[in-house]
């Protein structure tokens, strides 16, 4: 009897050991716990599945955006009677988003509603904006996702700028005084000064152009009309002449001419001023004239005239550099030549002179250039071309200063000038 007692002993331990080790088994907790946080594993699935999905939609609209202002702005450079609206609606609903479906507006401001180019008449703002429904992550927000896209965009003009200012500060780096009258027809004036009157039309001048186009503000607006308007706060224009080098040159082929009669001179080195009096008629054989120091002075009732044409202002000892007065009643007919290193340049000023030099092209309606006044450090008075045959005229100064009736013209094809402006649309923001 003892014997089968001790032999259900070992029996009941191993039965108690396996109770006890039940007891402190925790594995059925894992499937509790894989319970309760399948709704979170699921959800973050869903969410970074959807977030990859969001970012790819976020960047579609943002080239939906840039491509639709990009457009907008082309049609208005060629157009600026056109529906903007319909116009990047039209680019946007390409991408796949129409407006007024699916949660998509596209809402298109000029000048833009916000940014830096707020003040610019000619920029055009594009938003485009997206709802999407949640998915899985629907377990974190009900809240639809909205997505935007935003983009500026400038229009180019086709180079139509006549009249450039390159003087970063002056007030009244254009300036239009008096009772001058300035008609640019079909182009646009460009000033690249920062200046809070960096343009200034006073009194009763008035400026008729294409568009007015100022880095800083204008002073006297009232007397300016504009059929693509006013824009300041504009980037600087470029130098279209900036990388047309001066000629080298030696020696002198002339010295302190003056001129009486009628006569027909040729290409050279002038020192020291060229003088036309009354009754002077001089003819320029192509070519490239250099005045070194001195005057290029035309009384009332001289004539100077060419074609295929440059004459350059400068200075062989950096000292009285050589600068240009034309009177009233002088007549000006010179024309640039179409090629070769100085094509579309009639009058090119030496970039080292003190913008001090002052050139005084005061012809009026006898006062006919085809092609560039382009004196980047000179003080640029002009009056002139109120009658002119050409049209292909450009002015461009350090500063220019209107002292007259003025009329220029910007159809270029086949002058070789170079233009004034950005020819193609551009995003800036």
């Known amino acids: 009897m003892a014997r089968h007692i001790n032999s259900a002993g070992p029996k009941l331990r191993r039965l108690g050991r396996m109770l006890a080790d039940l007891w402190r088994d925790r594995r059925g907790n894992y499937a509790v716990i894989a319970a309760l946080m399948a709704p979170v594993l699921i959800g973050s699935a869903g969410l ?7 970012i790819y939609v976020q960047k579609t609209i943002q080239g939906a955006s840039d491509s639709a202002a990009l457009s907008a702005a082309t049609l208005y450079s060629l157009n600026n009677q056109v529906s903007l609206d319909d116009q990047a609606r039209s680019v ?15 809402t298109v401001h000029r000048p833009p509603a916000t940014g830096a180019y707020t003040g610019n008449n000619q920029a055009i703002e594009v938003i485009v904006t997206t709802s999407k429904p949640r998915l899985l992550s629907a377990l974190y927000s009900s809240e639809t996702v909205t997505l935007r896209g935003r983009a500026v965009a400038l229009p180019g003009n086709n180079g139509a700028g006549c009249v450039l200012t390159l003087n970063a500060t002056a007030s009244g780096a254009v300036s239009s005084q008096g009772n001058s009258a300035v008609n640019l027809t ?33 002073s006297g607006g009232s007397g300016i009309t504009t059929t693509q308007g ?24 002339q010295n302190n001419v003056t001129y009486k009669n009628t006569v027909t001179i ?5 020192c020291n001023g060229i003088t036309l009096n009354a009754g002077a008629v001089v003819t320029m054989n192509p070519g490239v004239y250099i005045i070194d120091r001195g005057t290029l002075k035309m009384n009332g009732g001289a004539t100077l005239q060419g074609t295929g044409v440059t004459i350059i202002f400068t200075s062989s ?8 007065v034309i ?12 090629t070769g290193p100085l094509a579309g340049l009639a009058f090119f000023g030496d970039r080292n002179m003190p913008t001090s030099t002052t050139f005084k092209f005061n012809g009026g309606d006898n006062q006919v250039i085809g092609g560039a006044v382009y004196v980047p ?9 109120a009658n002119a045959a050409t049209n292909c005229t450009q002015v461009i100064g350090d500063t220019v200063t209107f002292t007259g009736n003025s009329q220029l013209k910007i159809n270029c094809a086949g002058s070789g000038t170079k233009p004034i402006g950005t020819s193609v649309a551009s995003l800036v923001e």
Do not use: K
């Open 327 to 338: 009177n009233g009643g002088a007549t000006l007919a010179i024309t640039a030549p179409t």
């Open 266 to 270: 040729n290409p050279g080195v002038y």
């Open 377 to 385: 450090h000179g003080t640029l008075q002009y009056a002139g071309g």
């Open 317 to 324: 000892t950096n000292n009285n550099y050589a600068d240009a």
């Open 230 to 253: 006013v824009n300041v706060g504009i980037s600087a224009a470029a130098d279209p002449y900036a990388g047309v080098a001066m000629p080298a040159f030696a020696g002198c082929d």
């Open 48 to 54: 970074a599945t959807e977030g990859g999905l969001w």
């Open 92 to 106: 946007v609903a390409s991408y796949g988003y129409v407006a007024g479906t699916g949660g998509t507006t596209v």
């Open 186 to 218: 079909q182009c646009s004036v460009y000033d690249d000064s920062n200046s809070s009157t960096a343009l200034v039309n006073g009194g009763s001048a008035t400026i008729n152009a294409l568009s007015v186009n100022v880095v800083g503000q204008v």
